[in-house]
């Protein structure tokens, strides 16, 4: 329990340090990489190209393992459907993230140095994630 | 089309270290690095899985405000954005995330990482729909 939290710490940390680094907690430095008709920045495609070179590469040989380091088995989603979940929600997170330049990892990394924009963007976050997760068990209850 | 402030070296340290994160946590813990997940489950708080997601969310900003305290670069503020679509772009970022069960992280590194077809399909929607929103928003209404 204490190796995994720890392991998690680091982990945290490591993603932390990266997305400082790689400009990702500036939302003009994200909105330029969206915008095609404006001066065009590419630099968020070497972000996600870099990190997923790399878990490309990592998990193949982590997954071969019968478990991980601290634990007894992987925890690793089974879904595999392409249902209107997945698309319409990945359509609704696409349209808040193009008004706004802020993806869920850098809103909480912008907890570091927080300004005006953190206090507004990431109580909205939090709340529309809430409100998903309510209609989702109303739902199931009705 | 016109190219600028383009970052690569930084972009790619930084994109190697993201995935070095990702590649860490599942190695150690089993766990997939979602930031969406990880921040939505907390509550209702679970005994298990409660701690290390506090953790790791503790280490992502610290490890961002090391950054900032050794090379600075913290942002600013946008004088001008609007704060009601700030609020609106945060609404349907919790939300559609929660829905489609994982964001840039969970879906685009890991889900990539994996293999997954759900998580391409996810990846592809979120960014062509980024790409639309950001010239109606910009260049349609004027917005920056």
Redesign the interface.
């Known amino acids: 329990?204490i190796?995994?939290?720890?392991?998690?710490?680091?982990?945290?940390?490591?993603?932390?340090?990266?997305?400082?680094?790689?400009?990702?907690?500036?939302?003009?430095?994200v909105?330029?990489f969206?915008?095609?008709?404006?001066?065009?920045?590419?630099?968020?495609?070497?972000?996600?190209?870099?990190?997923?070179?790399?878990?490309?590469v990592?998990?193949r040989f982590?997954?071969r393992r019968k478990?991980?380091?601290?634990?007894e088995?992987?925890?690793?989603?089974t879904?595999?459907?392409?249902d209107p979940?997945?698309?319409?929600?990945?359509?609704?997170?696409?349209?808040?993230?193009?008004?706004?330049?802020?993806?869920?990892?850098p809103?909480?990394?912008?907890?570091?140095?927080p300004?005006?924009?953190t206090w507004?963007?990431?109580?909205?976050?939090?709340?529309?994630?809430?409100?998903?997760?309510w209609l989702?068990s109303w739902r199931k209850k009705a | 089309m016109q190219v600028s402030n383009f970052t690569p070296y930084s972009a790619l340290i930084g994109g190697l270290l993201i995935g070095s994160a990702a590649s860490v946590l599942l190695w150690l813990t089993g766990r997939i690095a979602g930031v969406s997940g990880v921040v939505s489950r907390l509550l209702p708080w679970s005994a298990s899985e409660g701690a290390w997601r506090l953790a790791f969310l503790f280490g992502l900003v610290a490890g961002a405000a090391a950054y900032y305290a050794f090379w600075g670069g913290a942002p600013l503020a946008r004088a001008t954005f609007p704060g009601w679509l700030l609020a609106l772009g945060g609404l349907l970022v919790g939300f559609g995330t929660s829905l489609a069960g994982g964001c840039t992280s969970g879906h685009g590194v890991c889900g990539l990482g994996r293999l997954s077809l759900r998580s391409l399909v996810a990846t592809l929607v979120f960014l062509g729909i980024g790409i639309v929103t950001v010239f109606v928003v910009r260049h349609l209404a004027g917005i920056q």
């Open positions: 329990m190796a995994r939290v720890l392991a998690a710490l680091a982990a945290g940390a490591l993603f932390g340090l990266g997305l400082a680094a790689a400009q990702m907690t500036q939302p003009s430095k909105l330029g969206l915008d095609f008709a404006g001066a065009w920045d590419p630099s968020l495609l070497f972000v996600l190209g870099g990190a997923v070179t790399v878990t490309l990592s998990f982590i997954l478990a991980p380091l601290f634990d088995h992987f925890h690793l989603s879904k595999t459907a392409i979940q997945l698309l319409i929600g990945s359509a609704l997170f696409g349209i808040g993230w193009g008004i706004s330049g802020y993806c869920p990892s809103a909480i990394a912008a907890l570091a140095a300004n005006s924009e507004i963007f990431l109580p909205a976050m939090l709340v529309g994630a809430g409100l998903q997760r989702a």
